[in-house]
């Protein structure tokens, strides 16, 4: 009898275990990462007209960087990576760097005033002395200080505030904002990069984020390498 006991006793056992290990929802695994962003390229020409340039209007590769003045990785870039590229592709005359504004603003308040600022700039030749002071250290943390360092790099005050009266600066910002948005661009910094024809960029590649100068020599490398050869065509 007690043999017999013990067998039931081990049967129920058993099957315990195998309702439990069956019925028991399975283990979380590790969480999946989160998918990076993506931009897809362009089928058509992505204009360049009325933007602040550096290089050659000859150049046959361009670079469309969308950028704002409070985004600390675009900062990052702007400080450790672009000088490496303006002397190796823009002062060559191999690529002209176009930048447009993509100020996120329910992130960085000051970043559409700012973009705006630096397009006043444009309007009188100084741009790129007004973003080169924007994103060097330290970081901007005030209206104000934007304002301070736009005056610091000479910019004129009446320039300035004519600029502002005429509201074609704010106007130029949110251009580039509905522009971005067409082409799917929601992060910064982004950078289009391609071929330049008839006052536009046909685009063949896109960068994401402040990545090594490496990642960016290969992108115009291999942009360079289809001008070249002349294979870039209009879809």
Do not use: N
Not at 44 to 65: F, H, M, N, Y
Not at 159 to 185: F, I, N, T, W, Y
Not at 199 to 209: I, P, Q, R
């Amino acid at each position: 009898i007690l043999d017999f006991m013990a067998t039931i006793a081990v049967i129920l056992a058993s099957s315990v275990l195998i309702w439990y290990t069956v019925s028991r929802p399975p283990a979380a695994g590790p969480a999946s990462p989160p998918k990076a962003p993506t931009v897809p390229i362009p089928k058509g020409l992505v204009p360049i007209e009325g933007t602040a340039q550096q290089g050659s209007r000859d150049a046959r590769v361009g670079v469309i960087e969308f950028s704002e003045f409070q985004c600390p990785f675009c900062a990052k870039f702007t400080t450790s990576t672009l000088p490496e590229l303006v002397k190796g592709y823009v002062d060559t005359g191999k690529v002209l760097w176009v930048f447009r504004h993509l100020p996120l603003e329910s992130l960085h308040p000051f970043a559409a005033g700012a973009a705006a600022l630096s397009v006043c700039a444009q309007r009188v030749g100084r741009f790129w002395a007004v973003h080169d002071a924007f994103f060097s250290p330290p970081a901007v943390g005030s209206a104000d200080e934007f304002r301070r360092r736009a005056l610091g790099t000479g910019l004129e005050a009446a320039d300035l505030a004519s600029c502002e009266g005429a509201g074609l600066a704010a106007q130029q910002v949110q251009d580039d904002l509905r522009l971005a948005k067409s082409l799917q661009v929601k992060s910064t910094p982004t950078f289009l990069v391609g071929s330049t024809e008839k006052g536009g960029l046909h685009v063949l590649s896109v960068v994401l984020g402040a990545r090594p100068v490496g990642d960016f020599r290969a992108a115009l490398d291999a942009a360079l390498s289809e001008a070249e050869v002349g294979r870039v065509h209009l879809p």
